[in-house]
């Protein structure tokens, strides 16, 4: 028998990539059905997807069963893989997320900040709902969540739903790695990678190739510097701040080490009236389901590139291979710490190394965090905890103090505004 996998957010733009890599890993990660969960206003956009996922399987000569679901439940029947990759909210959410923190002087992220904090408090609850229905019909199946904040929302599902077989991932760790791996001309199968930190506030500690770490050898290359910045006009990396500090940083961390060239960047694009990320997505999406709805198209179209997330696809089904085949391969995932680092709690997700096989994923020991990184780590763990805990308990007093604990925002005035505009603003989608 084949596996069962169940999307959750199956009319996703992304999910095209996934069934792609299915295909390709046919032999490997034989399916029998992949079924396609959404809400009903996302009907339309679920028959486009399931349409262009028929035609590809078909190219491909596979027997594969795509089906189309509104039942959550109905959908989770029998599974043994549930992807969760939705957003609450749509795009309309994430427009507001980057643009209302603006006005109040703060980076507009749609993970980062007070934007993340808002996608948290309307993602969690769902989350937790997903989660709970997965313990109910599907115990023994995996959830490999994707939807972000991922962090934070896989650190809500293992907290708040005992016994959940959840692992967070992102496309971003790969991503960086891969990058390296062009830039140097190296295979990726060559590559090892240690990666410490949490989902969007990551650093690479160790970059081995062949056995040899070259890690140093990038950090002082041109090419990373200038890749870190290509998109903040007139922005560089300071000389000797990366061999400084010693750890390739994810691209997020610029939000933290360039915030003022960041936040100028982001204003300067709104009064030029070129919008937010989210302004470019919808775009980018509206020209990807035109395509997607076209019956001669079988395959991705080029235009899946400029939605971002590249990588996705291979990083989902990476840990789903080592998962069903139990091999014990190394992969970047986010995970309770358990003991691999005294500097946090146990039951904090970290974004982290870890050894993937048929039992699940286990991070390697980290030992004490940089003390380079330690404190931003904290901070921003804080700020998480209490996110999560405002978004269960929906306590207003809670949800003040997790914004005044992340680090970009920074006073109780400005975190007090945020909250009241975010809260006032949430409740009109």
């Not at 959908?75 to 795009?91: K, P, T």
């Not at 090892?192 to 050898?217: C, F, K, T, Y």
Request: aromatic fraction near 4%; glycine fraction near 8%.
């Amino acid at each position: 028998m084949g596996l069962t996998i169940t999307v959750i957010g199956g009319g996703s733009s992304y999910t095209p990539e996934l069934m792609n890599g299915l295909l390709l890993r046919a032999e490997r990660l034989p399916t029998e059905s992949v079924r396609l969960v959404d809400i009903p206003e996302g009907r339309r956009r679920l028959e486009v997807v399931a349409g262009l996922l028929q035609r590809m399987a078909a190219k491909h000569g596979s027997r594969v069963k795509i089906e189309t679901y509104l039942d959550r439940r109905r959908a989770l029947r029998g599974a043994d893989v549930v992807i969760s990759q939705f957003r609450v909210g749509g795009l309309r959410a994430r427009s507001l997320d980057e643009k209302l923190p603006l006005r109040h002087g703060v980076i507009g992220q749609e993970t980062t900040g007070p934007g993340g904090f808002a996608k948290a408090l309307r993602t969690i609850p769902v989350a937790l709902e997903i989660a709970r229905d997965v313990m109910e019909v599907c115990p023994e199946a995996w959830l490999l969540n994707f939807t972000n904040p991922a962090g934070m929302v896989t650190e809500a599902v293992l907290r708040h739903v005992p016994g959940v077989k959840c692992l967070g991932l992102c496309n971003v760790p790969l991503s960086m790695v891969r990058a390296v791996c062009d830039r140097l001309g190296v295979a990726p199968s060559d590559v090892e990678v240690e990666m410490v930190g949490l989902n969007h506030l990551s650093w690479v500690r160790s970059l081995l190739v062949r056995g040899q770490d070259i890690l140093p050898a990038v950090l002082s290359s041109d090419l990373l510097k200038e890749e870190l910045v290509r998109n903040i006009p007139g922005a560089e990396v300071p000389p000797g701040f990366l061999e400084a500090l010693g750890m390739m940083p994810s691209p997020y961390l610029l939000y933290y080490y360039l915030h003022p060239q960041m936040l100028a960047k982001m204003k300067a694009d709104l009064r030029a009236g070129k919008g937010t990320r989210a302004d470019v997505v919808r775009d980018v999406e509206e020209r990807l389901f035109r395509s997607y709805a076209d019956p001669a198209v079988e395959d991705i179209p080029k235009e899946l590139a400029e939605r971002g997330g590249s990588y996705y696809s291979e990083a989902a089904l990476d840990v789903l291979d080592a998962l069903v085949n139990d091999l014990g391969t190394r992969h970047v995932l986010n995970v309770p710490n358990g003991s691999a680092t005294p500097d946090l709690p146990p039951q904090a997700v970290m974004e982290v190394t870890c050894v993937v096989d048929g039992e699940g994923a286990r991070p390697l020991p980290i030992g004490p965090l940089p003390t380079a990184v330690r404190g931003l780590v904290q901070h921003v763990k804080a700020y998480e905890e209490l996110t999560i805990e405002a978004a269960v308990s929906g306590d207003r007093e809670v949800a003040l103090l997790a914004l005044l604990n992340h680090p970009l925002v920074g006073d109780v005035t400005t975190a007090s505004g945020l909250l009241a505009d975010i809260l006032e603003k949430n409740q009109q989608l």
